[in-house]
């Protein structure tokens, strides 16, 4: 049996500190990428165009992981639903939106972890957020749409990705916002290679992900910017995954 490394107490910690740490909490040097830090916080926050909103706005975020994107969010929306596939990580966002606040142990070396705790900004209304689990390919009829719509860092994670890029259209209301970040790691063990949507070459002609996403929204979609996103995740104190997701922020025409 495949384990989905979503699930584990590894990755919940990992996504913990990802999500809530601090500089401080995520690297114990004096050097090192700390403009990398707080990836799910800029998703929000450098990607929206906060004007564009109606007063009273629904969001989503879809792949919401441990939910700090999706109390972003409630900054600026009423309503935010937060969806991922992963019970252990929905369980871990649920309990946040309750308490405001979540001890974990970050892994350190080895065995050896330090205690933590990931905290929700007292400023942020918790109560507008909602958390399920649920399967991005497979969203409940009941859903409905949304001026906002976040997909970070879950393209390439998922089997069909395409079939999600074209249920965008139907997901975010006409003048809402679709941010997609994506690092645009295609492996297949999350997508078979035949649906990935860039990183291959076909009769001599290379693809990437991004021509392939505005191939497929530009009839629906105005592109309002695109911006380069680092983003750092600790393994251990020692190690670390230094990335920079490729965002783009379109508008539903
Ligand atoms: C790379 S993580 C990104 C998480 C979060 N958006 C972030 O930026 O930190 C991918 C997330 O998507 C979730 N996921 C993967 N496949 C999914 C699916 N089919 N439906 C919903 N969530 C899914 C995983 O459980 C994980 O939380």
Redesign the pocket.
């Known amino acids: 049996m495949t384990v989905?490394v979503?699930?584990t107490d590894r990755?919940l910690s990992e996504?913990l500190l990802?999500?809530y740490g601090e500089a401080s909490d995520v690297l114990p040097f004096d050097f090192g990428p700390r403009d990398a830090v707080g990836?799910?916080a800029r998703?929000v926050n450098v990607c929206l165009d906060t004007s564009l909103l109606p007063a009273k706005a629904r969001a989503l975020?879809?792949?919401?992981?441990?939910g700090?994107?999706s109390f972003e969010l409630a900054r600026y929306c009423t309503e935010v639903v937060g969806?991922?596939?992963?019970q252990h990580?929905i369980r871990a966002a649920a309990q946040l939106k309750k308490m405001g606040r979540l001890g974990f142990d970050r892994i350190d070396e080895g065995l050896l972890t330090s205690r933590c705790v990931a905290e929700v900004a007292p400023d942020i209304d918790r109560m507008r957020v909602h958390f399920e689990v649920?399967?991005?390919?497979?969203l409940r009829s009941t859903l409905g749409n949304f001026d906002v719509v976040?997909?970070?860092?879950?393209l390439?994670?998922?089997?069909e990705p395409l079939k999600l890029v074209l249920k965008f259209p139907e997901l975010v209301r006409p003048g809402g916002q679709l941010v997609i970040?994506t690092p645009c790691t295609w492996t297949r063990e999350?997508t078979p290679s035949a649906n990935w949507l860039g990183g291959y070459e076909r009769d001599g002609r290379r693809f990437d992900t991004f021509e392939t996403l505005n191939k497929f929204l530009a009839s629906d979609f105005t592109l309002l910017r695109t911006r380069d996103l680092p983003?750092l995740l600790r393994e251990h104190a020692r190690k670390y995954q230094w990335c920079v997701?490729q965002a783009s922020v379109w508008q539903r025409k």
């Open positions: 989905n979503y699930e990755a996504y990802f999500h990836f799910p998703c975020d879809l792949g919401c992981a441990v700090r994107a969806i991922d596939y992963s990580f649920g399967d991005a390919m497979r976040l997909a970070a860092n879950l390439c994670r998922v089997e970040t999350f983003f997701a």
